[in-house]
């Protein structure tokens, strides 16, 4: 390639930066009391994410150094890898809270899904860009991703992980809309993804009594939702300038998950609506910037592997803050860069690295 390599885009590193670190203050201060309780250890999650964090910032500054360009012949491979990993989850997967997800031994253990997530991303920007010329064909343009894609979701499911799975087709079909996909086929696998996410909540009782508590938490305020009602105080007790960072009510064992999937309720009990706004602002910065990255792009690779990342990221974040404040169901998906979690962050800042590298070459066509 005859580019040249130009400065990262400093508001996509400036908002990943911010965002980390609100992550880290706020994993400590909502995991705090019940690390002291059951690790003996108040400190016990902030370490664990401190520690992962010193592996991310490293892999996220690599992956900003490698040329994107240069990891597209190994893409497929990449892919393959990921695909095995997941058929070994079901064999050697270490299980958790009714769900087998991971890989490994003790706190040395990783989530294959969290890096289907990066290969799935890249495997359609390569595919997509190299076959432009028939994306306008279902046959011969959709099908081939849409096979692929069909394949992962099913070993997700396995684990099963429904959040992430959305997450991926999700993305799947932003890349499609970006690449050029004629807009009848976008709306049939729209209706097709819709129709298999209520076949899959039928499926299963848990899912089925999420979603009546999403309609109605009040029906059922001690058991199925109650996590959605506590959420919702805990955002409304934040008022507009929150309760104090470490003064929150509702990480006192009132709110499942409270330093993971519902981070984001904390973040608003201590922080109040500014915290909050100021949150959802650097995602919006984030989006931005990254869209422009693609649209700016010298290349459909980069392009649409910008869009991937970007949207990968983004919508994982609407998705679960979407859980928080009960406009959507509970999907148990994390919130990017915010919630406590080796894996996710890890790979997040991996995605940030690559999208930074993919700025460095933005505006040159």
Known sequence: MRWKKGSPDFLIFLSAILLLSIGIIMVFSASAYSSMLFKDDRYYYLKRQLMWT???????????????????????????GTLFLLLLVPVLGIASRGATRSLGVGFLSFQPSEVIKLTMVMYLAKSLSDNLDNIRSFMRGILPPLGVLMVVAMLIMVQPDL?????VAGTSFVLLAAAGARVSHLALLALGGFASVGVLIAMASYRMKRILAFLNPQADPTGIGFQTIQSLLALGSGSLFGMGLGEGRQKL????????????????????FIGVTVVIFLFFLLLWRGFRVGITAPDAYGCLLAVGLTTMITLQAIINMGVVSGSLPITGITLPLLSYGGSSLVFTLIGIGMLLNISRYAGQK
């Open 54 to 80: 010193m592996v991310g910032i490293p892999a996220m500054y690599s992956a900003m150094q490698v040329d994107y360009f240069r990891l597209k012949k190994f893409v497929n491979v990449m892919l393959l």
């Open 163 to 167: 959040g992430t799975t959305i997450a």
């Open 253 to 272: 064992l009132y709110i499942p998950e409270n330093h993971t999937d519902f981070i984001f309720a904390i973040v608003g009990e201590e922080l109040g």
